[in-house]
């Protein structure tokens, strides 16, 4: 191991955070307790937040910066005299699905122009394996001057966080990491250490680190669009999803995922980087394609569903209300990105029904900015068909009562995660 560890302990040497979103944050505070960091990001307007001790991404209170030596900052100066690097920005696909490294190398860029002899440089980011070594090094080298390995090293330690969850945090993960040699491997893995108390797992090599982040969503991704699928095949059955994967899971090794929505940037993201670089490589990943394909095609799939309850009340989806409760891309958080609950309002539009969408988490400016349409202001009956897209807690409040004076007499209760499915008795209910 070098001296830098030490040298970091003792506050001699400096680590910076590049990019403070949902990961980054968290790591650079978790390590401002016990180190001196700087805090980099190109957004100035997040940066001044920070520096008020508010978290941009609405998930840490007030209360998570105290104590911490940070130095929030969109100055790339004061990157000068920070000897450990981690990289923390957004990987996202684009409209055809493929990977959009822009971020990614706009942040490497800035670190190799900045990087010194003895340097070390972390990737947080989701990537395909390989991507750090063939895609990011030789920018860092490019534009340094220096030698992989020989002048400067380089790590990768995949996040494994979880938005909106208290319980699974950056201190009770244990987080795997990895170096491009013995002695910067363990570097990393003893700076981790120093924040992760539930330890760290060293990974035999950058590429298996990265393989290793890519296939934990990638199996998540695939299994919940197998329970997808039969969920598409038991309502042609006539028979409840949850009810059979309720009596299949009494079962001690059946897999209990749950039928839905796949939004969000990581589990409907990720899985696109892995069937990038199989194509790149010769392969084409029929099994991760096909779970993509199924689960991006969910929104609309619910959607003609509720249709086709439309019409058989009696009603031309031209006349109907269609509440959506829910906007996010999951329960309980603010998060609306890549939530697939847009897919069913585009598609319940496309049917010309009128669509009301309410949400007591998301931010109505936000929403009309990334979808184009305005949450509801209240939740205002007789409606058509409810869709409860999102189990938000505050719904748990909800019961067949409440949905019947929302709904018209022959209206729907489209119940997608099946959350009411044992408490309405007398309703017109359909879930996935
Ligand atoms: N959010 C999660 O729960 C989660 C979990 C595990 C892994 N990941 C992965 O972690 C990475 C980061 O995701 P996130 O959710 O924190 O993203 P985010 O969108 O919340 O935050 C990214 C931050 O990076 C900044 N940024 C963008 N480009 C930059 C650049 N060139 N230089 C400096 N800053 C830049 C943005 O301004 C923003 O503040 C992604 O690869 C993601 O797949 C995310």
């Not at 919940?224 to 090794?253: C, H, P, Q, Y």
């Not at 890549?338 to 009128?354: G, M, P, Q, R």
Request: charged content about 25%; proline content about 4%.
């Amino acid at each position: 191991m070098s001296d830098l560890f030490e040298r970091l302990k003792k506050k001699e040497a400096k680590l910076a955070v590049i990019g403070l979103g949902y990961v980054g944050l968290p790591i650079a505070l978790a390590f401002a307790r016990k180190l001196k960091v700087v805090g980099f990001d190109i957004n100035a307007k997040r940066v001044d937040m920070m520096r008020r001790n508010e978290d941009p991404s609405d998930e840490l209170p007030p209360e998570a910066f105290k104590g911490a030596d940070i130095h929030f900052t969109a100055d790339i100066e004061d990157l000068r005299d920070v000897e450990f690097f981690i990289v923390a920005v957004p990987t996202p696909i684009d409209q055809q699905n493929i990977p959009d490294l822009t971020p990614l190398l706009g942040a490497t860029r800035t670190v190799g122009q900045v990087l010194k002899k003895g340097d070390h440089v972390v990737f947080e980011s989701t990537v395909y394996p390989g991507c750090t070594e063939e895609d990011c090094v030789p920018l860092l080298e490019q534009l340094s001057g220096l030698r992989y390995i020989t002048d400067f090293k380089v790590g990768y330690s995949p996040e494994r966080i979880n938005p909106g969850d208290k319980e699974h945090t950056l201190e009770s993960i244990v987080k795997v990491s990895s170096g491009c040699d013995a002695e910067s491997a363990e570097t990393v893995a003893k700076v981790y250490e120093l924040v992760v108390k539930a330890g760290v797992h060293r990974a035999s090599s950058i590429k298996v680190a990265e393989a290793a982040k890519i296939i934990e969503n990638t199996q998540r991704d695939v299994n919940i669009a197998l329970t997808n699928e039969l969920s598409i095949i038991f309502n042609r059955m006539g028979i409840n999803t949850f009810d059979v994967l309720e009596a299949a899971g009494t079962k001690w090794n059946f897999l209990k995922f749950q039928p839905g929505l796949v939004g969000g940037h990581c589990i409907g993201v990720d899985p696109y980087y892995l069937v990038f670089k199989a194509k790149e490589l010769g392969y084409h990943a029929q099994i991760i394609d096909s779970g993509r394909f199924v689960n991006d095609s969910m929104g609309g799939y619910v959607a003609k569903q509720t249709v086709k309850k439309i019409i058989a009340s009696g009603t031309n989806p031209t006349d109907a209300r269609v509440l959506v409760m829910g906007a996010t891309f999951k329960e309980n958080v603010t998060d609306i990105r890549n939530s697939k609950v847009a897919d069913v309002v585009k598609e319940l539009k496309s049917f010309s029904c009128h669509v009301d969408v309410t949400d007591p988490h998301a931010d109505g400016a936000q929403v009309k900015h990334e979808y184009g349409y305005d949450l509801a202001p209240e939740m205002k009956g007789p409606y058509d068909a409810i869709i409860v897209a999102v189990n938000h807690a505050e719904y748990a409040k909800y019961d067949e009562a409440w949905f019947k004076s929302m709904l018209k007499p022959k209206g729907v209760l489209v119940d997608l995660k099946g959350t009411y499915r044992k408490s309405v008795k007398n309703l017109e209910y359909w879930s996935l």
